[in-house]
């Protein structure tokens, strides 16, 4: 139904962005079929590599046999905190194996990313001049320019 639904407005749009819960569950399987790219985050921390590889077989499996157009975009690492080294660990080990495919733009730790939600708000109308805003800036600038 999402897949009819995107198809009749898709044309209106440059980009169309759906935001998924972090889970499995049929709205993001469902967001995966309708989809033709999905940008993976992962966070900066241990279990996300878990996570990671699990995502990846799902994915697999929807191009099999659903969408086979889709494509990764990219996976976006986030929450990163570079006093941590786990956060450093984690950013060395996704270069490490999945490289091209890594976007450039990390997304840090920052708390007016937190604090925009309870507000309502994107953190562009929240707090543009935030590390966390220009941090997505710069991811947009970078889709941008890759898709270009």
Same mark, same amino acid.
């Given at each position: ?15 169309? =962005?759906?935001? +998924? ?9 469902? /967001? ?11 966070? +900066? ?6 996570? =990671?590889?699990? %995502?990846?077989?799902?994915?697999? /499996? ?12 990219? =996976?976006? =690492? ?34 007016? %990313?937190?604090?925009?939600? /309870? ?23 970078? %889709? %941008?320019?890759?898709?270009?």
């Amino acid at each position: 139904m999402l897949k009819k639904s995107l198809e009749k407005i898709k044309d209106d749009y440059d980009y169309i =962005l759906i935001d +998924c819960a972090p889970s499995l569950g049929l709205i993001t399987l469902n /967001s995966l079929v309708a989809a033709d790219a999905v940008i993976i985050p992962i966070q +900066c921390e241990y279990f996300a590599l878990e996570g =990671l590889g699990k %995502l990846l077989n799902t994915i697999k /499996s929807v191009q099999k046999i659903h969408n086979a157009d889709l494509e990764i975009e990219g =996976l976006l =690492l986030t929450m990163f905190d570079s006093r941590l080294r786990l956060s450093n660990q984690v950013v060395d080990e996704v270069r490490k194996h999945f490289s091209s495919m890594v976007f450039e733009t990390i997304i840090r730790r920052n708390t007016r %990313l937190g604090e925009a939600p /309870s507000y309502g708000e994107s953190i562009i109308a929240y707090d543009a001049t935030s590390k966390g805003a220009v941090n997505y800036l710069n991811l947009a600038q970078e %889709l %941008l320019k890759k898709n270009s």
